[in-house]
């Protein structure tokens, strides 16, 4: 590990920084390395501008992917080499507002229907029954599955912060023939070393082939099953600040997002067209 690695990571460590994102940004910053076969030190804003060009209009990458290169990029010369001059020359990024893939009620259940392995069908319904991030599940221990109180805590999810969410009694039947089953101790969803969670691209690919067994017709992830539980949840009438404190959201402007996503209340809202008084269509001339 080079100093300059090491001296980022520990600035970004000392920032209180999720391991998610220091593993990211530090692969940001080696790719951007790599293309100019030139430590960062050497580089400037002229490079970091052709890099950024370089990733949109030749790699094509992602927004998402382009901005958490900027947001590297900045950290690295703003914070840990302290290069006002660079970080203050690199551009912001407009994300665009998507609305998110959403399962039907009916699609959730056709999913679930698909899944024959326990273990899989279990993570995913948890996913789904608590509206969890796949790095949420995984990381779930046998302890916080209270069926007591009838919650779910999670530990430390993005933005480093705890919280309680529902523990559905059917999700809670699902677990309990799971736990006869394989027993965890520790992790409640071990991986093939028991002292370590199951790797969150193995969750990731059990509910690609789901998808594909159940023939949604639509590109669905484990985050379309949290999408999916605060849509659901917001048609059945549940209020957004129960949403956003049931999904960890820090800004209430992205939960907001899940009215733009739910159909019921537009199913039952008639259009103006409905009230207007027009003659038989027989009536009509050519």
Request: glycine share 4%.
């Amino acid at each position: 590990m080079t100093p300059l690695r090491r001296r980022m990571i520990e600035d970004m460590t000392l920032r209180n920084f999720t391991p998610q994102t220091i593993q990211a940004y530090v692969r940001r910053v080696a790719d951007f390395a790599r293309h100019f076969n030139c430590s960062p030190e050497r580089l400037g804003p002229e490079q970091v501008r052709a890099f950024l060009l370089h990733l949109l209009q030749e790699r094509g990458v992602s927004i998402s992917h382009y901005n958490q290169t900027r947001c590297a990029l900045r950290f690295l010369y703003g914070v840990t080499l302290r290069r006002e001059d660079v970080s203050a020359s690199i551009p912001p990024a407009k994300q665009p507002r998507t609305l998110p893939v959403v399962l039907s009620t009916d699609e959730v259940s056709r999913f679930f229907a698909a899944i024959s392995n326990l273990k899989h069908r279990a993570i995913l319904m948890t996913a789904y029954a608590a509206g969890l991030r796949v790095s949420e599940v995984t990381h779930l221990r046998v302890e916080d599955i209270d069926s007591q109180r009838m919650v779910i805590r999670v530990d430390q999810g993005k933005g480093r912060e705890d919280r309680y969410v529902m523990l559905s009694a059917r999700l809670l039947e699902i677990l309990r023939t799971y736990w006869k089953t394989f027993h965890p101790r520790g992790y409640l969803f071990p991986g093939a070393t028991p002292d370590r969670p199951i790797a969150n691209d193995s969750v990731r690919q059990a509910c690609s082939r789901a998808v594909q067994h159940a023939k949604l017709g639509k590109h669905a992830t484990v985050h379309t099953l949290r999408h999916s539980f605060a849509t659901h949840l917001l048609e059945a009438g549940t209020d957004l600040r129960t949403i956003q404190v049931l999904l960890g959201h820090r800004s209430f402007n992205t939960t907001v997002r899940y009215v733009h996503i739910a159909t019921a209340s537009l199913a039952s809202t008639h259009s103006p067209l409905d009230r207007l008084k027009l003659p038989p269509q027989g009536d009509q001339q050519p």
